[in-house]
């Protein structure tokens, strides 16, 4: 699976949009980019998936670079519920549903 | 619809003991994956398990083995626990040919 990179922290005001980035220069073009986040003491949960499109969700955006290098999750109106450890994945396209590769992900406090 | 769920919250034992965890995948799923997540790092998969046959694993000695049962709930027994063991344990389940998982609360494994 190809390799993520995120910034190990950030910090967004409450309100604010807060934008995640994840690079992923090794991505081929039978994988996925995932978005999971964990709030502490609980186990990850899934935020949106795409391919080469942006995607919407009740959740959050995700928008892909034209080149899929790099991606950003878009959380728009960052609430202090929305802390937590935000992981950035690739996954191949088909296959079994196994496997989800994780880094250290990107820690996102929202401040009052 | 039931979440996934995971027995018991918290665990200790000591080094050399055998453990077996447990979980309950939610409602029509039919794959369950195993994480362990070692304080300050994103979860690393263990293995899952699809009607009943281990699908995949990763890089984990032999000593992490598991089931699945006819219903669809899992068990990770761990033998001869060592110190590095201890870690955050951690469930998903999902639907094969789908692409999301479903994650538990994890059980908080403390090897002394």
């Known amino acids: 699976d190809a390799k993520t990179t995120q910034p190990p922290s950030m910090d967004c005001a409450e309100g604010r949009a807060a934008n995640l980035p994840c690079n992923h220069s090794t991505i081929s073009g039978n994988e996925y980019v995932y978005w999971y986040r964990q709030i502490h003491s609980q186990g990850p949960q899934y935020i949106i998936h795409g391919l080469k499109n942006n995607e919407t969700n009740e959740m959050a955006s995700l928008i892909i670079t034209e080149d899929r290098k790099s991606s950003t999750l878009i959380l728009p109106h960052a609430t202090l519920r929305d802390t937590a450890v935000y992981y950035c994945i690739v996954r191949p396209i088909g296959g079994s549903n196994y496997k989800l590769t994780f880094g250290k992900g990107t820690l996102l406090t929202v401040n009052p | 619809e039931t979440g996934v769920t995971q027995s018991p919250t918290h665990l200790i034992k000591t080094r050399g003991q055998q453990v077996t965890l447990r979980c309950s995948s939610q409602?029509?799923?039919?794959?369950v994956s195993w994480y362990q997540q070692a304080l300050g790092q994103g979860p690393q998969f263990i293995f899952q398990y699809y009607r009943e046959e281990e699908n995949g694993r990763g890089n984990f000695p032999p000593r992490f083995s598991g089931l699945q049962f006819p219903n669809y709930s899992s068990e990770l027994n761990v033998n001869a626990l060592e110190l590095d063991d201890s870690a955050l344990y951690l469930c998903?389940?999902?639907?094969?040919?789908?692409?999301?998982?479903?994650f538990g609360p994890g059980t908080r494994l403390t090897v002394t």
């Open positions: 998903a389940s999902g639907l094969a040919g789908t692409y999301e998982q479903y």
């Open positions: 409602s029509g799923h039919n794959t």
